[in-house]
């Protein structure tokens, strides 16, 4: 079991370490040294000015941009799965197994097979090349609404809400005042989910968007990469070592977010709240 956990280990901190190191080097260095370990002259910070300063700073854009989407989105999304989890667990209606059935089969449908007809329906009202374009499709999450579905099961008691109807509260007083706060670790989960599958997007943008100043870190990093592939315009001798040292400052954001979100990653927040 060691071992295992210590490959698994490598596995996952070895790109990042790898990612660590690149960011450090210029492009020649990127091909003249050893990979796993820094060159003679680390130029880290030289990397993360130029590439702020690169183009004007458009990656201050894109960066801006990837936060904006992915929060929203999170946010929307979180909030729009619970409350869709929580009225399928604790409300019976007519077609209700069929309508979750077909949540169920929407998660076996790849985002990628989806993109297109999103682009045709979005180019339709005019909102292709618009921050919507990239937010309101991430706001459907299949599985986050089944996570929460059976997470509301167990965590909110169905004498808690019972209780709270004798009292006088309505159902949306219910649901913001009492159910949410017992869905906290399955919210931050979806959130969290959601926040990272939009934040590593680049299909859906890359569709939907055409102006540089719009693109999120995704598509402005691939664009930067076909530049110092191609010799395109705006590019530089470095621009390589600036799309690696961009894809390491990209992944700071996500990784914040789980340090500052674990916390509430946590169970038994309902124990206690109903008298056994």
């Known amino acids: 079991m060691t071992i295992a956990m210590l490959a698994a280990l490598a596995y996952f901190l070895l790109p990042l370490f790898w990612l660590l190191v690149a960011s450090s080097k210029s492009t020649q260095d990127l091909f003249s040294t050893f990979g796993l370990w820094f060159s003679d002259a680390p130029q880290l910070l030289t ?9 004007d700073g458009v990656f201050v854009h894109w960066l801006l941009n990837t936060a904006v989407y992915a929060g929203v989105s999170a946010f929307g999304a979180a909030l729009l799965a619970a409350a869709a989890g929580y009225g399928f667990a ?25 993109a297109i007809p999103t ?6 009202v005019g909102m292709v090349n618009t921050p919507w374009a990239v937010i309101l499709p991430s706001l459907v999450n299949p599985f986050g609404l089944y996570l929460m579905r059976i997470y509301a099961e167990d965590a909110v008691p169905d004498s808690l809400v019972e209780a709270a109807r004798i009292d ?15 869905l906290a670790p399955g919210l931050v989960t979806v959130l969290l989910f959601t926040l990272v599958a939009t934040w ?11 102006d540089p100043k719009l ?38 954001p996500l990784v914040a977010a789980f340090l ?16 056994q």
Not at 93 to 113: E, K, Q, S, Y
Not at 260 to 275: I, P
């Open 47 to 55: 990397n993360i000015r130029a590439t702020f300063t690169q183009d």
């Open 90 to 114: 604790k409300f019976r209606f007519r077609g209700d197994r069929a309508a979750f059935n077909l949540v169920l089969g929407a998660i076996m449908v790849p985002a990628t097979a989806l």
């Open 119 to 124: 682009y045709l329906l979005f180019a339709k």
């Open 168 to 182: 006088g509260a309505g159902e949306a007083r219910i649901f913001f005042r009492i159910a949410l706060r017992l």
């Open 200 to 210: 590593n997007n680049y299909f859906l943008p890359l569709i939907m968007l055409n």
């Open 215 to 252: 693109y999120p870190i995704t598509v402005g990093l691939s664009s930067w990469a076909a530049q110092a592939q191609n010799g395109g315009a705006g590019a530089s001798s470095d621009m390589l070592a600036l799309v690696v040292t961009g894809s390491l400052i990209s992944i700071v």
């Open 260 to 275: 500052l979100l674990q916390r509430y990653w946590q169970s038994g927040l309902a124990t206690g709240s109903v008298k």
